[in-house]
């Protein structure tokens, strides 16, 4: 039985090493359209912020409006350009978001081969590309901030480390342009972005770990000219909107709480996020008070099983990549934290914050399974056959997840669309009547203006 799936197990290492870049590319492009796209989606929530901001202020002002703490104006060019070529076929916008999680994850899997092997890094990037965090980025168009902002910084990784193995002022300056537009795309990545020196750091080979401070050096300087823009156009205003004692008082342990809910146990969570079994654990384990608890215990035991094998039997080289995979899933969340963990432990948890963080706890378990076999297999080949379970509960959890959340943006989405379609193009309606046909509990605070501003607009398209 073991010489058959070592056989089968051999065919498909075989094929993998045979497909080529661009094929690898096509894969990735169409997979995640393939298990997203959905031709019945409407605008939703933050959409509505979007297209507000694009109808009342002037082109020059609604790149640089911002919107709550978040200030990001390429986003905001991104997506008015996205508007202008979809008008009211909000699937054209969904399918945008598909083709540019498609081409992150394929910069993912281009990332996982520094690390690991080709096929165990695909096979994790292809999880990434089906993952169900990016119901949160591609249903709903406004989050392709995120998208956006993420595969900048995976590109800044992969010039680092070219630049690590072949120092050159061009490569310096392609990470600072990558680095750039991460952080104009979205201002989630201002800490993120601080990893890339800290790869030269914890990585870089030999002496290549004096790079760490010319990356430092355009980190520096990006920050200070980030800076610059965000106290320009946003101001102290803007970084305390969610969280207004953010500059007067210290955080307090819910902070903390919030910054390991997010780098730590989301990402697993979001690994194995099954409806199936968390409701079981939750009251079998925790009781009513606690019951929260039980949807994070098998990321987590997973998770723990993971940097255990990094750290006990592992490389000096996999342990640096270990503690550099924790800073990168830590660091988004000190600023983000800051600003928003007075509103909801949940938020820490949400699928738009997951697109960053499962990236670093997918190359872990890469790197736990790389050790596993390397120590078990030649006295045990029957561990190699734990790579199948597991697979299955990682996709079938991603699989229920998918489902769950489709649900929840169908009916939401219909609601807004009917909405929408039965808001006349005139101006007689008054504004009560103009506000309960536009969906105020989809967008409390839209006013008449802004609805028939914002049809007008969009059927102009």
């Keep these: 039985m073991i010489h058959i799936y070592n056989r089968i197990a051999d065919r498909i290492e075989s094929f993998i090493d045979s497909l080529t870049i661009p094929v690898l590319f096509i894969i990735f492009l169409v997979i995640p359209v393939i298990i997203f796209w959905r031709p019945y989606f409407f605008f939703i929530a933050d959409d509505w912020t979007a297209l507000i901001q694009m109808v009342e202020h002037p082109f020059w002002q609604y790149l640089n409006a911002r919107d ?42 281009q990332f996982f081969q520094l690390h690991l092997h080709r096929s165990l890094a695909l096979t994790l990037s292809l999880i990434y590309a089906g993952a169900a965090v990016h119901t949160a980025t591609i249903w709903h168009p406004y989050n392709v901030c995120y998208i956006l902002s993420f595969g900048f910084f995976v590109g800044a990784l992969l010039l680092t480390d070219r630049y690590l193995q072949r120092p050159s002022w061009l490569t310096l300056g392609g990470i600072g342009l990558c ?19 800290l790869y030269g750091l914890l990585l870089g080979p030999g002496g290549a770990r004096r790079d760490f401070w010319p990356l430092g050096a355009i980190i520096a300087a990006l920050y200070l000219g980030f800076a610059a823009g965000y106290f320009t156009f946003a101001g102290l205003q803007g970084a305390s909107s969610h969280n207004p004692e953010l500059i007067s008082a210290l955080p307090g342990l819910s902070y903390y709480l919030y910054v390991f809910c997010g780098g730590i146990l989301s990402p697993n969570y979001h690994l194995f996020n099954n409806p199936l079994f968390s409701p079981a654990l939750s009251k079998s384990l925790f009781g009513p008070e606690f019951r929260f608890l039980g949807r994070f215990v098998p990321g987590l035991l997973f998770f723990l099983a993971g940097v255990g094998l990094i750290v006990l039997r592992g490389h000096p080289r996999e342990k640096r990549l270990c503690l550099w995979i924790l800073l990168v899933n830590l660091l988004p969340f000190i600023l983000v934290g800051l600003a928003r963990y007075k509103i909801s432990i949940d938020q820490a948890t949400s699928h738009r914050y997951g697109v960053f963080t499962l990236m670093g706890v997918l190359i872990l378990a890469g790197i736990s399974w790389r050790i596993l076999t390397r120590n078990m297999i030649p006295r045990h080949p029957w561990v190699s056959f734990l790579s199948l379970p597991l697979l299955a509960l990682i996709i079938g959890s991603q699989t229920v997840s998918i489902a769950s959340n489709q649900k929840e943006y169908q009916k939401r ?13 005139g101006d007689h309606l008054d504004a009560r009547e103009a506000k309960k046909l536009f969906c105020p509990e989809d967008h409390p605070w839209i006013t008449k203006g802004q609805a028939l501003a914002i049809r007008r607009f969009i059927e102009s398209r």
């Design 179 to 197: 680095c750039l537009l991460s952080l104009l795309s979205h201002s989630f990545a201002i800490m993120t972005i601080s990893a890339v020196p």
């Design 68 to 109: 709550a703490e978040q200030w990001f104006p390429f986003f905001h060019l991104v997506y008015y350009g996205m508007i202008q070529i979809a008008g009211p076929r909000y699937d054209i916008l969904v399918l945008i978001n598909g083709l540019l999680t498609g081409i992150t994850a394929f910069l993912v899997f």
């Design 413 to 425: 989405s219909a609601l807004t669309r009917t909405c929408y379609e039965n808001l006349p193009a």
